[in-house]
């Protein structure tokens, strides 16, 4: 199993890098993310993820252990392959990932190609049941502690809106330091444009 490996970037070909160590060349699939940010020459170092079939061995790089396991907890999801994974992963944030799972927001899987509605409820239920294995790969706890989170959620519940909806909107839209009254704003100007 190759955990790790360190060496040049010989040449960058999305969705790959070709690493060079010691003169051995690894192709390693990344998240997009990641991708843009290596240059050839630059020196790298990958957590890998190697990936044995019968017809192909492949190789997944992340730029940190939190990376690989999160890609490792999406795996043991039934019916999500490794491209799947790695697609979730170049799209979100570890951040933006468990908040969606947590929010059951489908709407952010079903972005993804290849992920459609029936497959991302799949993905939410097995991740919900995972919290324990996936919640620590958050960077920034929600802010369940902002006095303001609460008092957007009531206001737009009194307007007739349901909470699971106020949530996802605001997880997505909330900046810090937003006073109530513009976070309210933002919502339903984007509330008004989903429909």
Known sequence: ??????????????????VDVHGVGYNVFVPVSLLGTLEPN????????????????HLYGFKDQAGRELFEVLLSVSGLGAHSALLLLSHFTPDELVSAIRNEDTSMFVRIPGIGQKKAEKII???????KKFS??????????????????????ALGFEE??????YTRLFSKGD??????????????VDR
């Open 1 to 18: 199993m190759i955990g790790m490996i360190k060496g040049a970037v010989a040449f960058v070909r999305p969705p790959s890098v070709t």
């Open 42 to 57: 630059s020196e790298v170092v990958l957590f890998t993820y190697m990936l044995v079939r019968e017809d192909r061995i």
């Open 125 to 131: 239920f097995e991740m919900k049941s995972r919290e």
């Open 136 to 157: 620590r790969f958050m960077v920034n706890e929600p802010a369940v502690a902002d006095s303001g989170r609460a008092d957007v959620i009531a206001a737009l519940c």
């Open 164 to 169: 699971k909806v106020v949530v996802q909107y």
């Open 179 to 192: 006073p109530v009254e513009t976070t309210i704003k933002k919502i339903l100007r984007a509330v008004s």
